[in-house]
């Protein structure tokens, strides 16, 4: 079944410590990737999205993520996190050619320990 | 400026009522999205605007959601005959022109409570 998995629903760092938080998706062609960040009471806000091209993706906050086509993933990585990373986390797809709809995984919570 | 408004915040409701939720988009864009996203869950798409028409429907779970958009701005996503399994946030976004690698804009969302 077409799929957008996030395998951990949780996840605990130290502040100052890094992170990867996985994305994997099934679907037959590479669909567009996005990270979505969630924090209480605030709207999801974009983080970075992949299209085509380079595999490194630069976004905002600090944060990157590198697609991997032959292992369908599009992990978000952070070199150093700070106490306001904490938050929940969400990679998207939409598939290309089937119109524009965000198909989304069920989100990572990400606590930040200080 | 001015971001997605979302109204009310907060919706309580009682079993078999009627309620609205309204959408105010980034002024100029012209796709808007309503997505719904349960507790412990990844929002779910439920509809897409494309100006005044419902380009993609295919997430509305049945006949007693409805949404308009009727002068290609504002929306309004309607429920009749509320049931407790409606009980989620309601999120809109919009886009500037709706292709599938534009961004799209989420609001704060409405929880809706359906006791």
């Known amino acids: 079944a077409q799929s957008v998995t996030q395998p951990d629903i949780h996840i605990t760092v130290s502040e100052g410590a890094s992170l990867e938080l996985r994305c994997n998706y099934s679907?037959?062609?590479?669909?567009?990737l996005f990270w979505y960040v969630q924090s209480p009471g605030q709207g999801l806000q974009l983080l970075l999205k992949?299209?085509?091209?380079?595999?490194l993706v630069q976004g905002i906050k600090g944060f990157e993520a590198e697609f991997k086509r032959s292992q369908s993933s599009f992990n978000l990585r952070k070199p150093s996190v700070h106490w306001s990373d904490a938050a929940e986390y969400f990679c998207?797809?939409?598939?290309?050619?089937?119109?524009?709809?965000?198909?989304f995984g069920t989100g990572t919570q990400l606590k930040v320990e200080l | 400026g001015a971001g997605v408004s979302q109204t009310p915040s907060n919706k309580v409701t009682e079993k078999g009522k009627y309620v609205e939720l309204r959408c105010d988009p980034i002024?100029?864009?012209?796709?808007l999205y309503w997505y719904r996203q349960s507790l412990g869950q990844g929002p779910e798409f439920l509809i897409y605007?494309?100006?005044?028409?419902?380009?993609?429907d295919s997430g509305l779970p049945n006949d007693r959601f409805f949404a308009v958009r009727p002068e290609g701005s504002v929306s309004t996503l309607k429920i009749q005959r509320t049931e407790r399994g409606d009980s989620a946030v309601y999120l809109c976004?919009?886009?500037?022109?709706?292709?599938?690698?534009?961004?799209?804009?989420f609001g704060p969302g409405t929880r809706l409570t359906v006791l």
């Open positions: 976004a919009s886009s500037r022109t709706g292709t599938g690698e534009d961004t799209q804009y």
């Open positions: 605007f494309q100006g005044t028409g419902a380009a993609d």
């Open positions: 998207a797809v939409v598939i290309t050619g089937g119109g524009n709809k965000l198909t």
């Open positions: 002024s100029g864009h012209t796709a």
């Open positions: 679907y037959g062609a590479t669909p567009y």
């Open positions: 992949y299209f085509s091209g380079d595999t």
